[in-house]
């Protein structure tokens, strides 16, 4: 079945709304306690979209994958402050954005930063997420990176075994407990693969 499967650089408007509705169900965790009101997220999701650092899997014109990354030029989820506060007014706005911030990873030199990677449910085991992987690795080589680094939370094992297979290696994993009551996970690791 994966023999269908197109992975192509970039995506367009008509692809906005299928990978915000994909991107907040994979990250629902971390999102809905921020965003509270799904409808108005799949807005904000489906406008920031930033088609130069997206990766995405089509299968007969529907997505049903996507990947990110992140450089000191942009990155795939690129919601803006003025976005955010048109569609949840001032106050609400600018709360979600400090929310946002809990999210935040800071750049290093050389090394391309993963932004996020899904795969429709109806099509995972399909080797979808290791084309994306892969896309995205040849990407950070083409841009003279030296490694992609990704970071992967403690209640999403299919991911870390995932980037384990593709020869990710765990670095510094931070204990976030005081999260868990809110996102439902309490750690985080950074993985790393050299190019």
């Not at 990978?19 to 108005?40: G, M, V």
Request: hydrophobic share 45%; net charge negative; glycine share 8%.
């Amino acid at each position: 079945m994966t023999e269908s499967i197109r992975i192509q650089h970039g995506l367009d408007d008509a692809q906005r709304e299928k990978i915000a509705q994909l991107y907040y169900l994979a990250f629902r965790e971390k999102l809905h306690p921020i965003f509270r009101d799904e409808a108005k997220a799949l807005q904000v999701l489906a406008r920031c979209f930033n088609p130069d650092y997206a990766i995405i899997a089509v299968q007969d014109n529907e997505v049903v994958g996507v990947a990110g990354f992140k450089d000191v030029n942009g990155n795939l989820v690129d919601i803006q402050p003025e976005m955010m506060v048109e569609t949840f007014g001032s106050f609400g706005g600018w709360l979600r954005i400090l929310g946002l911030l809990l999210f935040t990873r800071q750049l290093e030199d050389n090394i391309l930063l993963m932004d996020g990677i899904v795969v429709d449910a109806d099509y995972r085991g399909q080797g979808i997420g290791s084309q994306l992987l892969d896309a995205v690795m040849a990407h950070a080589r083409e841009k003279d990176y030296q490694q992609v680094r990704l970071d992967v939370i403690d209640t999403n094992p299919r991911a870390r075994r995932l980037y384990e297979r593709k020869g990710f290696i765990a670095g510094k994993t931070e204990d976030v407990s005081w999260l868990k009551p809110i996102f439902g996970f309490s750690a985080s690791t950074t993985m790393y693969k050299s190019l």
